[in-house]
Each structure stands twice: as C-alpha cells, then as structure tokens.
C-alpha cells in the first residue's frame, strides 16, 4: 500500500511542478526577452510584448502567441510547429532555418520577415502581410496564400508545391525562378514574355 501512495503522491506533484517550470521559464523571457532554447511549447503568450526578444534553438510548438508584439524577434533554428500567431506583427522577424510546420499566421504582419530555408509546410499565411519578406527556399508545400499580400517578396527557390494563391498580390515579387513578376499579378506570377 505505501509504494502506491508513493507512486500516487508522485504523479500528482509531477504536473504541478511542470507547471511552476513554465511560469519560470515564461516570466524569464518576458522580463530579459532573452530565452535560447527554451521549451516554451504549448505556452499562452497571445498579445504578449516581445520586440526584439531572442529565441533562437527554442520550442514554441504549440504555442499561443495571437496578436503578440514579435517585431524584430530572432527564432534562429526555432520550432514553432502548429503554433497559432494568428494577427501577430513579426516585422523583420528572423526566421532562418525554422521549423514552422503548420503554423497558422493568419493575418499576420510580415514586412521584411526573412525566412529563408524554413519549413512552412501545411501553413497557413492567409492575409498575411509579406511584402518585402525574405522567403528564398522555404518550403512551403500544400499551405495557403489566399489574399496575402507578397507585393516586392523574395520567393527564389522556394517549394511552392499544391500551395493556394488564389488572391495573392504578388506584383513586383522575385518568383521561384528569381524572374520579378509583373505589376498586377494577381493568384499567380505573370512573367514578361
């Protein structure tokens, strides 16, 4: 009987101890908005002030951060798989060799965000603000465009395979094979002839 208490008293702590680790670790990056490699996955950070923070090597898959502050943000080598920044302003983010897999950016601020080489797999960019975002070589198969806004975007070799374009400004932007579309593409890169 003793043991099992034991085992009981064990499993019933464990969870409230992860917890208090989080706040930890989620006060530590609000006040210094210095966090590398952090587990932050899962975290409620929507609306959340982070100008500027470094979070490279962290994981924030699953993650909240609706509506956040993520101007000029470093995620250097982070993941943010499934993580929701859903109207988040991430102006000149660095998101170079990022794992984004999934992630939902609905609506979000992207000006002269530079995510080269990041896996954008299945995500979701719907009404994104891109222009004059760095998006040379992501990967960004089966994810949606729909309306983003990719005026003057640098797209070179990027994976682009079953992705959704339908309404995507794309005038003035480097297309995949580093030709600039012409001005009033619209859904799809027109080239000179």
Known sequence: ?????????????????AMALDADVQEKLLKSRRCVKCDLHGADLHQVDLRG?????????GAN??????QDV?????????????????????MRDTDLLGIVLKGANLRRAYME???????DLSGADLRNASL???????????????????LFGANLTGCDLTGAQLSGAYWIT????LVGSVGRCELAK
Not at 65 to 70: I, K, P, R, S
Request: hydrophobic share 45%.
């Open 74 to 94: 470093r995620f250097y080598k982070a993941r943010l798989r499934q993580a929701d920044l859903s109207g988040a302003d991430l102006q000149r983010a660095q």
């Open 178 to 181: 580093g030709i600039r579309c």
């Open 117 to 123: 080489q990041s896996n954008l797999e299945g995500a």
């Open 53 to 61: 923070a470094l979070l490279p090597g962290s994981n924030l898959d």
């Open 65 to 70: 951060l609706q509506g956040a502050n993520l």
């Open 136 to 154: 040379t070589g992501v990967f960004l198969k089966n994810g949606s465009l729909v309306n983003a806004d990719l005026r003057d975007a640098v």
């Open 1 to 17: 009987m003793k043991p099992l208490l034991i085992l009981i008293s064990w499993f019933c702590w464990l969870p409230v101890s």
